[in-house]
T-cell receptor, first 116, second 113 residues
Framework: GNSVTQMEGPVTLSEEAFLTINCTYT??????LFWYVQYPGEGLQLLLK?????DKGSNKGFEATYRKETTSFHLEKGSVQVSDSAVYFC???????????????FGQGTILTVHP | NAGVTQTPKFRVLKTGQSMTLLCAQD?????MYWYRQDPGMGLRLIHY???????AKGEVPDGYNVSRLKKQNFLLGLESAAPSQTSVYFC????????????FGPGTRLTVL
């Protein structure tokens, strides 16, 4: 079956540090890949996505590149802020067609804390 | 435009009690989903619906039932709550034509004693 594995957390950084959160996946076929972010006390929000190999998703200074050869979708940001403190989830789904119906498979989540 | 809303926000139950969680969306989405979030396990799909009057099982459906009588509402029921159902429950919705995007509600924190 499909699965998503994220790096173990929590991750603690100082403001302006470089962030990498690793994500690898196992899937039959070619899924779409996502990063969702969950701020304290809130639901999940889509941060960025990529729907085919070599696509780069980006938003709010975060980036991730869909690497089919390494089945990875690592999240990066060059300079984190205190306001980036949240839980980050990597996820996959399959596009329209078949019986996927947009169901998401999530990684376990990575807690990021950024200190001033 | 409220997006996806969930009621209640918090609930404490005793083992064996029943309850219904309500999810409502105002975006005219065909697809709706119920997930549960547990520490270290990410979100897992409980049940989903691809349209009014239809429901299907997800990854962890045991102990839950759902109904989608109206397109905008998706109800999650616990007939006899167990401590293992202590979790945070999230509802989400999406378009059939864009199965790669889901919109999430704020969540319901349920504790079963």
């Amino acid at each position: 079956g499909n699965s998503v594995t994220q790096m173990e957390g929590p991750v603690t950084l100082s403001e302006e540090a470089f962030l990498t959160i690793n994500c690898t996946y196992t899937a039959t076929g070619y899924p779409s890949l996502f990063w969702y972010v969950q701020y304290p006390g809130e639901g999940l929000q889509l941060l960025l996505k990529a729907t085919k190999a070599d696509d780069k998703g980006s938003n709010k200074g975060f980036e991730a590149t869909y690497r089919k050869e390494t089945t990875s979708f690592h999240l990066e940001k060059g300079s984190v802020q205190v306001s980036d403190s949240a839980v980050y989830f990597c996820a996959l789904t399959f596009n329209a067609g078949g019986t996927s119906y947009g169901k998401l498979t999530f990684g376990q989540g990575t807690i990021l804390t950024v200190h001033p | 435009n409220a997006g996806v809303t969930q009621t209640p926000k918090f609930r404490v139950l005793k083992t064996g009690q029943s309850m219904t969680l309500l999810c409502a969306q105002d975006m005219n989405h065909e697809y709706m989903y119920w997930y549960r979030q547990d520490p270290g396990m990410g979100l897992r799909l409980i049940h989903y619906s691809v349209g009014e009057g239809t429901t299907a099982k997800g990854e962890v459906p045991d102990g839950y039932n759902v109904s989608r009588l109206k397109k905008q509402n998706f109800l999650l029921g616990l007939e006899s709550a167990a401590p293992s159902q202590t979790s945070v429950y999230f509802c989400a919705s999406g378009l059939w034509s864009r199965t790669d995007t889901q919109y999430f509600g704020p969540g319901t924190r349920l504790t079963v004693l």
